[in-house]
């Protein structure tokens, strides 16, 4: 087994340092800088260019990949949404001729996404999976599959898959613009593993964890791009550290959670792009003056620093991207956390890496 870790003490964390590789092999062969063009195949340009509106249904951070990925598709002007795969199940939300579904799961194989997978394909439905896993039940039943290609993923809070999903649909959003991106987006797109890299070479999330690891609960604000990273962090705080930890769209924090908010429940703010950012700054303030500590993850276009007791960097790149290198940076502070904690990282209680029962 130690030999499968490469070194690391953990599985998780090997999986974080992987993140560069992963996102190169998700990218390879799919995007031509030279002519700005993303190609992931007709079947699945015909699949998109003819969806109308997309729903997505997803479980775990997955869910919260289908959360970013609905957002950017709505900013192409396709109506999309997001469903928790087991409240989909539950409600099916209509759905006319061109709708698509897409099933986000790492492993394919999660009860809850295939059952509304199914369901959609029921009905008459066309259905994508984005997954990792080739040859799985979701590649296998689904009408069309992109995979994001991360390599085995042992730990069970996942970690690489999640960046090469967010990665994956952004290449899906070209291929519904008829697969040309501008050449800075592409350009962006390369230059991500590269910056992932640098994100994990010079962190100082380790200290962040060591400084408030005895805090009584973390809460995780984010707005537009950022609030599924801001979810993605208090998820993964939750699984391997057993703490409390809340996420929440920036502007929703006063409308109840602020009540919460004391000197010893740190909250992590994350600030990046420029759409909202400001308003997000407001909201930092509003915790500030609670006295409650703030540690901004931000790419430095706004001013969050100077309200921030710590900062955790990330470098500049398109806004559609920069989530993915915040999230790196959560990763890591909940991998410290719950390393101080001597938590079972690689398998915390309770939880199992693919669940396949509803
Ligand atoms: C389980 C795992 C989570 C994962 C979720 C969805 O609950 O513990 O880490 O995000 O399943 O898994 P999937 O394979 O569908 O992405």
Do not use: W
């Not at 759905?95 to 897409?102: E, F, Y």
Request: hydrophobic share 40%; proline share 4%; glycine share 8%.
């Amino acid at each position: 087994e130690e030999t499968g870790k490469s070194g690391y003490d953990h599985y998780m964390l090997k999986e974080i340092h992987e993140q560069p590789r992963a996102l190169r092999q998700c990218l390879q062969e799919r995007v031509d800088e030279l002519s700005g063009t993303v190609d992931l195949g007709d079947d699945i340009a015909d699949a998109v260019q003819n969806a109308e509106s997309i729903q997505l249904v997803a479980c775990g951070t997955s869910y919260h990949a289908a959360l970013y990925a609905a957002e950017l598709f709505r900013s192409q002007g396709v109506p999309a949404q997001a469903f928790v795969a087991s409240e989909y199940v539950t409600s099916p939300p209509p759905h006319d001729d061109d709708t698509l579904v897409v099933g986000v799961t790492q492993s394919g194989e999660t009860a809850d996404t295939l059952s509304a997978l199914r369901d959609a394909q029921r009905r008459g439905v066309d259905t994508l999976a984005v997954t990792n896993v080739v040859g799985s039940t979701a590649a296998r039943e689904c009408d069309g599959v992109l995979y994001i290609r991360s390599g085995p993923e042992i730990g069970v809070a996942a970690t690489k898959t999640f960046s090469a999903q967010v990665l994956a649909v952004n290449m899906v959003a070209a291929v519904m613009g008829n697969g040309s991106a501008s050449h800075e987006f592409v350009s962006a797109l390369r230059d991500l593993p590269g910056q992932v890299q640098t994100v994990l070479d010079e962190t100082n999330a380790r200290e962040v964890a060591e400084r408030f690891v005895d805090s009584d609960a973390y809460f995780f604000i984010g707005r537009g791009y950022d609030y599924p990273v801001a979810m993605e962090g208090a998820l993964k705080m939750k699984e391997i550290s057993y703490k409390h930890a809340e996420g929440f769209p920036a502007g929703e924090l006063k409308h109840g959670p602020l009540a919460l908010v004391t000197a010893n429940t740190p909250v992590f703010a994350v600030v990046t792009g420029e759409t909202g950012s400001e308003k997000t700054v407001g909201n930092v303030k509003e915790v500030e003056a609670r006295d409650a500590p703030v540690v901004a993850v931000t790419d430095g276009r706004t001013d969050v620093e100077r309200y921030a007791d710590e900062v955790l960097e990330v470098p500049e790149t398109d806004p559609r991207l920069a989530p993915v290198l915040a999230n790196v940076q959560l990763q890591l502070v909940s991998y410290h956390v719950a390393k101080q904690l001597g938590r079972n990282i690689d398998k915390p209680r309770n939880l199992a890496k693919s669940v396949t029962v509803e």
